[in-house]
């Protein structure tokens, strides 16, 4: 009888904390997304308050940009070699100081400051929430539904940054932007022994040579294009950097060669499942940013958006997204991932070649709510067969730098995406600018306050929607190579019902 009784109990006890370990996961990484894009909205309410200067407003983004694409492999690896629950809950606390301090801060230093240590913390959240799917969630039905959880937030995540940021900055100061993180980390911290069981480490030595010369490459890289986007590709400040940044990955992989426990064990490359995934996150996450960035500036800038106006814009593309992010899960373990991921770029790039034709007399029910749609359904569509890719088949004590460098994947695409599109649009509107009145297309883009007649405005306005829809141009075109690509080199991830080798 009481073995009868125990079946039951103990099933539903298992049920009850993987239920709770999906919500940790959910929450954690909703806090890394949000952590990304809640400030953009509030940034003209901290340069009022801080009086930043212009470019120095961009380090608020940057700074954090920078600390998370920068450490995400260490991170990864650290969550190996510690344990991924003590890893997360070491990540979380970090947030929740960092996001302290950050509400508080009296002038622009403090705040770039806690930004770092956001970006530091998020480095450590991200992959470790990820290996943590690999390691609780084995039976492949359960693993896929979680990462079509994880996949929401990750593709929502950005959009509701949005809408949350104007709400807060709005109705309370944009020192809620930080503070929103204290009960949300404190939350998922408690909640983190109760969901995990105590992860096993894969010991050795931490590998200082490989960590010091990965984390200087990323941040030379991401700095390097960042800088590309405010400035030019022939300036000192993008060349120099992305050169130190390329020669410190090439020494990097140099001693990863001949690490005995390195940070990135290089066979991590071998399987075409997972290289491909890299390949094509790195799109995904250019793609993404180009949605975010350039319709950020167009509903501001040519349609005359307020902030908060802006944000709840983006709640099309966070519908999208959290909605095929499920189908996606449920589907993957049935179909496999290569028709998702290829439906699902296939989406995303009809979305963004809709917005290649913007104008400046867009309507948002007429031009921009379907495209949005249409984005977040590719980008829910693509996350969650990407993150199988990347987290399956990799032994225990390499999961937390596989998930690692699917993020920082992720965060290079987005500052090359910002790079390279950015420099298309603002070419191709100056290009514009100067064919109508010479010299004009130098004089905007200096800068320069006060009115201007509605003319002017107007060509500024055609010119700035030309520049962004050929930039949402060659981001569709883009993606289509990388959907090709996606499709020749992802096939079976997992078989349905076998288990995983990671765990």
């Known amino acids: 009888m009481s073995t009868e009784i125990g079946v039951p109990i103990t099933a539903a006890v298992g049920t009850n904390r993987k239920g709770l370990a999906l919500a940790v996961i959910a929450i954690a990484q909703l806090t890394v997304v949000l952590d990304v894009s809640i400030v953009n909205v509030a940034l003209p309410s901290i340069q009022q308050d801080l009086g930043f200067s212009a470019t120095g407003l961009e380090w608020i983004v940057n700074a954090y940009a920078l600390a998370f694409g920068g450490l995400l492999l260490l991170g990864g690896r650290i969550a190996d070699v510690y344990g991924k629950r003590r890893t ?22 403090w705040l770039i400051g806690a930004r770092v240590a956001q970006g530091v913390a998020g480095a450590l959240i991200a992959p470790a929430a990820l290996a943590l799917i690999a390691t609780t969630f084995t039976e492949s039905h359960e693993r896929n539904r979680a990462m079509g959880v994880y996949a929401a937030m ?7 940054g949005n809408v949350l940021g104007g709400v807060l900055t709005t109705g309370l100061s944009w020192r809620w932007v930080l503070f929103v993180n204290i009960p949300i980390g404190i939350v998922a911290a408690v909640l983190a022994p109760r969901a995990f069981q105590r992860t096993a480490t894969a010991g050795g030595r931490m590998d200082l040579a490989g960590a010091l010369t990965v984390t200087a490459g990323v941040s030379s ?26 020669v410190a990955l090439l020494t990097f992989v140099l001693i990863e060669a001949r690490q005995p426990s390195p940070l990135m064990p290089l066979r991590i490359w071998a399987d075409r499942n997972r290289a491909g995934a890299y390949v094509v996150m790195l799109v995904v996450g250019a793609a993404t940013i180009a949605v975010f960035y350039f319709l950020t500036l167009f509903m501001q800038i040519v349609l005359g958006y307020s902030a908060l106006r802006t944000g709840f814009a983006f709640l099309a593309f966070a ?11 449920r589907l993957v373990g049935r179909i496999g991932p290569r028709p998702l991921l290829g439906v699902g770029l296939l989406t995303l790039a009809s979305g963004l070649f809709w917005l290649s034709f913007l104008d400046a007399d867009a309507r948002y029910l007429g031009d921009l709510a379907g495209p949005l749609v249409l984005a977040g359904c590719g980008v829910g569509l693509c996350f969650v067969p990407l993150t199988l890719a990347a987290v399956v088949r990799v032994d225990h004590d390499a999961a937390g730098i596989s998930s690692a460098l699917l993020n920082t994947c992720q965060q290079v695409g987005g500052g090359l995406g910002l790079a390279v599109f950015g420099t298309i649009a603002a070419t191709a509107a100056r290009h514009r600018l100067d064919t109508a009145v010479p010299g004009l297309g130098a004089q905007v883009h200096a800068g320069g306050g006060g009115p201007m007649p509605p003319e002017l405005r107007r ?33 079976e991830v997992a078989d349905e019902g076998a288990a995983v080798p990671i765990a």
Do not use: E, K, Q
Request: proline share 2%.
């Open 459 to 491: 060509l500024i306005s055609d010119a700035l929607a030309d520049g962004y829809g050929l930039a949402y141009l060659v981001a569709a075109v883009t993606l289509a190579v990388a959907c090709v690509i996606g499709v020749i080199a992802i096939r």
């Open 221 to 246: 890289i991401v700095y390097g294009l960042m800088h590309a986007s405010s400035d030019s590709w022939g300036s000192a400040g993008t060349y120099g950097p992305l050169t130190g940044g390329a």
């Open 154 to 160: 990750s593709g929502a995540g950005g959009a509701l």
């Open 88 to 109: 997360l809950i070491a990540g979380l606390g970090l947030l929740v100081v960092a996001s302290t301090a950050g509400g508080l801060a009296p002038d622009a230093g």
């Open 319 to 329: 519908v999208g997204a959290g909605a095929t992010a499920g189908i996606s899960g």
